[in-house]
């Protein structure tokens, strides 16, 4: 369907008005009034767009400002924002790519971080069996810190399991858990530990629960030094410094807002039907469901959510997105739909 605005909480399709639990706003930042007066006056100060390289001899204070402010909020050695996640992805494949490390991958990565020639984690729910073997070699491991079609964070206690022959990189996408998931919604990156990894690599979209334009990478200061060097990056616009700026000016109204999505978050689930088959956990704003008349159920009672085709899925994904910006009567009209639904699947 083609709406003619941003939908918040509401949406209006065909000039009738619904309530809207899709997208990936967690925390309704796009369309907040404090959040949008912020952008503008960082718009006006950084201009609309800066479409030149990083490598340029101009070169925007900004850049260094918000790569230390993440760096830190994330807690990695350094960090480096792209023009978007997905391209934050292919520079780590691609440099990753150009040494002698083997690739693997956890069932239904996401494609921006899906090697060309990797195999999967496991097979038949075992690991891999060459990850158990004592031949000494550098492999890559990457990986969802939130997998499509969960809500529960990924558990990475099988790095316990590699053989200690093997030199390990973790490559972990964090476009659906930085905001929202860790110790102070700042991510899973620094929570995984293993004395046989080498190296910790995060990548994630800036435009999920931040409502940013652009993507990043964190890792230690060597490998954030060798990135800026890529061809790729070299010759790729920046991220927008506008919406950096905001980012960086927005830190109180960003807590408030993470504060807001946890309340929404244990007023619905208090009392949604915990014996239906819908996925979800308490502590996470997406509730999935794989019976694809869930989408046509809601609608019916003024609900739209999102559902469309997602890579590595068979069929339609249909996502129920708890936001920030819900109020309790639209959380207790959704509570109450589903409830009555109990037959969901």
């Keep these: 369907m083609i709406v003619e605005h941003f939908p918040d909480r509401t949406i209006k399709v065909e000039g009738k008005t619904y309530l809207y639990f899709g997208g990936t706003a967690y925390l309704g930042l796009p369309t907040h009034k404090l959040f949008q007066k912020k952008l503008i006056q960082s718009i006006t100060k950084w201009g609309s767009f800066y479409g030149s390289s990083r490598s340029s001899n101009i070169k925007l204070s900004i850049f260094n400002k918000a790569e230390e402010f993440f760096a830190k909020q994330i807690g990695a050695e350094a960090s480096l924002t792209t023009s978007s996640g997905t391209l934050a992805g292919k520079l780590v494949l691609d440099c990753l790519s150009k040494t002698n490390a083997i690739f693997y991958h956890y069932p239904k990565t996401h494609p921006a971080i899906l090697g060309t020639n990797s195999s999967p984690l496991f097979i038949k729910g075992k690991l891999h069996p060459n990850l158990l073997n004592d031949n000494k070699e550098n492999i890559v491991i990457t990986a969802d810190a939130v997998l499509a079609l969960e809500v529960e964070p990924t558990s990475f206690s099988f790095l316990e399991q590699i053989s200690k022959q093997k030199n390990i990189t973790l490559l972990l ?8 998931v860790g110790k102070e919604a700042k991510g899973l990156f620094n929570t995984i530990s293993n004395k046989y990894l080498v190296r910790k690599i995060m990548v994630s979209s800036l435009g999920k629960a931040l409502g940013l334009s652009g993507g990043i990478i964190a890792s230690d200061k060597d490998f954030i030094e060798s990135m800026k060097s890529e061809t790729l990056f070299v010759s790729s616009s920046c991220a927008n410094p506008g919406y950096l700026e905001a980012y960086l000016q927005s830190q109180s109204l960003i807590k408030e807002q993470q504060q807001k999505l ?18 979800f956990n308490k502590n996470y704003p997406v509730i999935y469901c794989e019976n694809e008349n869930i989408y046509d159920y809601l609608f019916e009672h003024k609900i739209i959510i999102s559902n469309f085709k997602y890579p590595n899925y068979k069929g339609l994904m249909s996502r129920i997105v708890v936001t920030a910006n819900h109020t309790k009567s639209d959380l207790q009209m959704l509570q109450n739909v589903l ?6 699947k």
């Design 173 to 180: 996408d964090e476009s659906h858990s930085l905001g929202i």
């Design 262 to 279: 946890k309340e929404n978050l244990d007023f619905l689930f208090n009392e949604l039907n915990s014996e239906s088959t819908l996925k």
């Design 339 to 344: 409830n009555k639904k109990k037959d969901a």
